[in-house]
């Protein structure tokens, strides 16, 4: 079985200030882990995802994420902040033996002028 | 990139009448589509996963009867909402995957549904 853990629920930060949203997961299989985006009454956007090629990952947006096996951890970082990165995000998992899709919590991102 | 429509992306019904729901890829074939629900300020909850020609595999504790999805070809998936009730009002979002998690998925914009 697969899971995702968020920690911290919101998260803020000064605009041009770093951004770091933690994910660490649980899997009993390699996983596929993705970061996605959600802005109110819409729908998800993915950031980026890792499927076992380079572990520093590189998405939209300015953010990246590293896969660290050692510490089951797929953090979410920006270096400077932005107002426009205000929204909630999603860490998700899956298996490469299983097409489901399970998310984490959620982090809510504020972003201060 | 891989789009995914939903429609329609508000809908507001009387309780006791049912409400369908659509979710289409528009520029792949999706061998899966995946249903979600998601509360207030919640996370999603994956309620199903639909495969083309086969019945939906239905979550634990996600009534099947009440929910009822078809995925009736490789670009289309629905989800009913029956006899519905100002409990069921939520927001729900499709996503779709044309194989395995490794290709990804994408998510349709949501749809959000109002029992009065």
């Known amino acids: 079985a697969q899971s995702v853990t968020q920690l911290g629920s919101h998260v803020s930060v000064s605009e041009g200030a770093l951004v770091l949203l933690r994910c660490n997961y649980s899997s009993s299989v390699p996983p596929y882990l993705f970061w996605y985006v959600q802005y109110p009454n819409q729908g998800l956007q993915l950031l980026l995802k890792?499927?076992?090629?380079?572990?520093l990952v590189k998405g939209i947006n300015g953010f990246e994420a590293e896969f660290k096996k050692s510490e089951t951890s797929f953090h979410l970082t920006k270096p400077s902040a932005h107002m426009s990165d205000a929204a909630e995000y999603f860490c998700?998992?899956?298996?490469?033996?299983?097409?489901?899709?399970?998310f984490g919590t959620g982090t809510r991102l504020q972003v201060f002028p | 990139g891989a789009v995914v429509s939903q429609h329609p992306s508000r809908v507001i019904c009387k309780s006791g009448t049912s409400v369908k729901i659509e979710c289409r890829s528009l520029d792949f074939q999706a061998t899966t589509m995946f249903w979600y629900r998601q509360f207030p300020k919640k996370s999603l909850m994956l309620m199903a996963t639909s495969n083309e020609g086969s019945k939906a595999t239905y979550e634990q504790g996600v009534e099947k009867d009440k929910f009822l999805i078809n995925h009736a070809s490789l670009t289309l998936s629905t989800l009913t909402v029956t006899s519905a009730h100002p409990e069921d009002s939520s927001f729900y979002i499709c996503?779709?995957?044309?194989?395995?998690?490794?290709?990804?998925?994408?998510f349709g914009s949501g749809t959000r549904l109002t029992v009065v």
């Open positions: 996503s779709a995957t044309p194989g395995t998690g490794g290709f990804g998925y994408t």
């Open positions: 890792y499927t076992s090629a380079a572990t």
């Open positions: 998700a998992v899956s298996g490469r033996n299983t097409d489901k899709l399970i």
